[in-house]
């Protein structure tokens, strides 16, 4: 199947971009996401790219902001896949937009980065050693047409290496497209570089929570689309996938603390998902019993279910 920083001096969302979801089975939604806007970081939090291409960066919210290594040093490095773009219809309207907006290279480094760092690290300056990452070796982002938004697939070749096929005519469609264009695409290509890189319970866990967990990372990373908000009751069911369990799962890392979603995915690496089991042995109540708890948090307004962490760090951190 198919980032993160501390920062100081944190960018400020702009509200007006957004980007796209992706789904894997091709129905999308749609998205909104924001762009950092450049602002120099401390060296010490978070080393920000230079200014050109910060604009078109995703920007992941940092588990914690202690740890900070002495003055110079660097994040550590988690291993760097091949990184491949294939355009299969260079003529087309939508290959043009994708080219015009992002700078694919900077853009899916800086993806893949948050999205390893989300779920592999300890903050943004130490991975997890209670994590183990996919052996993921290669993602080549095929661009052509198709139905539907995006989806992540192995290669025929070898599991090891991705593919994620990526809907010219979606691309083409994006609204306001110089608005919007370049969150969009950066916030599918994020979702779809989780799948890359979670674990899936050897194939046993449920498609809901797979994309929940695409999704938080997308939420942590500012990348959002516009339309996304936290239901005033949680509606639904806590495995809708997408944005509902995404937010289900932003106020499970919110109450239980930074690194909530990565023992989640690394217990999908270890074991089959048993639903009876699953939730009890790692966070001590039933899913059901934690979904009540989060539609009570949402309808009276509880911090832990209000904002997400990301944007509470962003006050903080601005203050
Ligand atoms: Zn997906």
């Known amino acids: 199947m198919t980032i993160h920083r501390n920062i100081t001096t944190r960018p400020s969302v702009d509200a007006s971009s957004s980007s796209i979801m992706a789904t894997d089975d091709g129905k999308e939604t749609t998205t909104a996401a924001t762009i950092p806007a450049t602002g120099p970081a401390a060296p010490a939090a978070t080393p920000l790219p230079p200014a050109a291409i910060q604009k078109q960066q995703p920007v992941a919210e940092s588990d914690a902001a202690d740890e900070k290594p002495a003055d110079g040093a660097k994040p550590f490095e988690y291993p760097k896949p091949k990184l491949r773009l ?9 290959a043009d937009v994708f080219l015009q907006s992002i700078n694919a290279a900077a853009v899916l480094a800086a993806a893949v980065g948050n999205v390893q760092r989300l779920l592999y690290g300890r903050n943004f300056w130490h991975p997890d050693p209670d994590t183990h990452m996919t052996p993921t070796r290669s993602v080549t982002v095929i661009l052509r047409s198709m139905g539907g938004v995006a989806y992540t697939t192995g290669s ?99 109450r239980f603390g930074s690194g909530t979603v990565r023992r989640i995915n690394e217990k999908l690496r270890l074991e089959h998902y048993d639903g009876d089991s699953f939730w009890p042995d790692l966070l001590g109540d039933s899913v059901q019993k934690l979904w009540e708890d989060y539609a009570e948090a949402v309808k009276e307004g509880r911090p832990e279910a209000s904002d997400s962490a990301a944007q509470q760090l962003k006050q903080v951190q601005d203050a």
């Open 86 to 94: 294939e355009v299969r219809d260079i003529n087309h309207e939508g």
């Open 156 to 254: 025929e070749i070898d599991g090891d290496h991705k593919e994620i096929h990526f809907s010219l005519e979606y691309i083409a469609g994006i609204r306001p497209r110089k608005e919007r264009a370049t969150a969009e695409i950066a916030g599918v290509l994020t979702h779809e570089l989780v799948h890359c890189y979670q674990w899936n319970g050897h194939g046993s866990c449920p498609g809901g929570l797979i994309e929940g967990i695409a999704d938080w990372v997308r939420l942590r990373c500012a990348l959002e689309p516009p339309h996304w908000k936290r239901e005033p009751a949680a509606v639904g069911r806590w495995d809708g996938g997408y944005q509902h369990t995404a937010y289900f799962l932003d106020y499970l890392e919110n």
